[in-house]
């Protein structure tokens, strides 16, 4: 009952007309930014960080909870009228959704993709409403060995479980690490990897890193290959009115795609790909026409659709429960909270209860808002698809030199971005993933700082990790996951070798 | 299948991460120690992450010299996009801290689109310099970034 009052005054705050008008802006916003292909709801995010001087950090965050949703809405266009992703979680709806548009099916696809993500994303904004408060619960019983255990596991989960390649990530994680590491240590005072420059005593920005990551190194690495391929994008055909077949191929794999989505986004190991590869499988797998998959399978967008906004939702989980974020968006919405200088976390709840009910209660009304932006107004979407690239992107970097030079008006910072962008396009270019170079740089700090109070609790001993049953479960967790896939492969490898 | 023939940029990229592992392991051992009395001191976690990259970075170089990354081969590089999208940046990097934002913008924003095959510059300008003075309004104003009008400060 407790949750029902909490969330009834959240929506009090939600629905006043300022913040309305930021839920609308940021659902805008971030359906634009997921449609357009080359910037994300990260990026847009961290361009946005200057906000934070400006107004209340509830509406900031409604705002950028706006962004955050609309992008996972606005991606599925993208991904289905011109076959390029807009975001990774998004894939998986290219492989039917595009299939689909090309057999003059754009419609159904977008229809399906649009209220499956309403329906999941209404599903998972129900699970965080009602299990947040339970993990506080838990939460509060953690202590700082805890914590640092917890982060061991999303470090792990971020570097060596999503991606290619458990080495390319680690050697990210470490690199975003190091970064985190740059400025002055706030417990002894000392500069560390300042290299003697004054700019560097107060670290390194986060909107410098992440937009030179995202925007710098993907217009370059956009321009190295620009000769190569052009994407067609198919117009927008078939009635966005579901028949009656398609609702009943779609409502299921919906509600599965949100069972699915909702556990990976919310445990620290999570991510939206692996639920949107997952739901593909499993609806390949339960579907009675799987010859039709490969070929544009109505439920192959359906399900992975769902699940990908429903993770999305419980991104937000771990994020406001225990400050610990998962994505790369979230990470840069943990730098907003610490901004206002609050610790996202159990207290939370507690200390900062409007701002915490009036964001669950926008996300609700940022997913009708989305549903209703998405399917009618789908056309004015389709409009600025048709952006020509070079526009675009000469528009990007001058976004992205906004959010760098507007830090400080320093030329050091843009030239700062455009060193980041260098090592950005090699990264790309090697397939090295960013997500745990971003990760590593703002949950580092944090984990540094909780290693140092586990250790100042324990009075210097460091098997405290291992000897507080809970840290000691949460490192077997991450060991687990680290060696886990690696094992289960050698194991597979083993065995058709000895039969 | 092992390659005979180690590809030169995914060599180069972990030659690239050791020496930063390196550079950060002497950053680390330059950290002056605290006076102040610490349970842990400020160089433990610099040494942990300098480490752990530069046993990765090592690894990879090994494996980029005997066995490939193996991810799919790189395309050329075009490099008349790239150059223009470079010049673009350089021109931004020069003229926004003596001309001001409105002009470094324009001239970034010609230079990437003609990178990305625009073949109307005039018309560029004009896109530029409407984005250029919007987005300045819009976030000097609304956002409150100062991002400085240069030259044209007191007529913006």
Redesign the interface.
Known sequence: MDTLAALAGGFATALTPTHLLFAFVGCLLGTAVGVLPGIGPALTVALLLPITFQVPATSAFILFAGVYYGAMYGGSTTSILLNTPGESATIITALEGHRMARAGRAGPALATAAIGSFVAGTIGTVALTFFAPMVVELALKLGPAEYFSLMVIAFVAVSAVLGASALRGLACLFLGLILGIVGVDLQTGQPRFTFGMIELLDGIEVTIVAVGLFAVAETLHLATRHRHGKDELLPLQGSLWLSREDWARSWKPWLRGALIGFPFGAVPAGGAELPTFLSYYIERKLSRHPEEFGRGAIEGVAGPEAANNASAAGVLMPMLTLGLPTSVTAAIMLSAFQSYGIQPGPLLFQTQGELVWGLIASLYVGNVMLLVLNLPLVGLWVKILKIPAPQLYGGILVFATIGAYGVSNSVIDLLVMYAVGVVGLFMKRYDFPVAPAIIGMILGPLAEQSFRQALTISQGDTTTFITRPISAAFLAIALLLGLGPRLWAAWAAARPARA | MPRPQPVA??VA?SA??VL??LV?LW??SV????P?Y?????TL??W???S??LV??L??LG?ALFRG???EE??A??W???G???A??AA??AL??TFG?PF??VA???????????AAPLR?TA??IA??LG?YLG?EKL??????AGILEGIL
């Open positions: 940029g995914e990229v690239a991460l930063i592992a950060s950053q680390t950290i002056p120690v605290s102040i610490a349970r842990v001191a400020p976690f610099p942990i992450a300098s752990g990259l990765i970075a690894i990879l494996q990354f193996g991810v790189n395309l590089v075009d008349r996009a790239t223009w999208v470079a673009g940046l931004n990097a926004i801290g934002f470094a913008a970034l924003f010609v230079c990437v689109a003609r990178g990305f095959g625009s560029d896109i530029g984005l250029a987005s976030f956002l409150g970034v100062n991002i400085g």
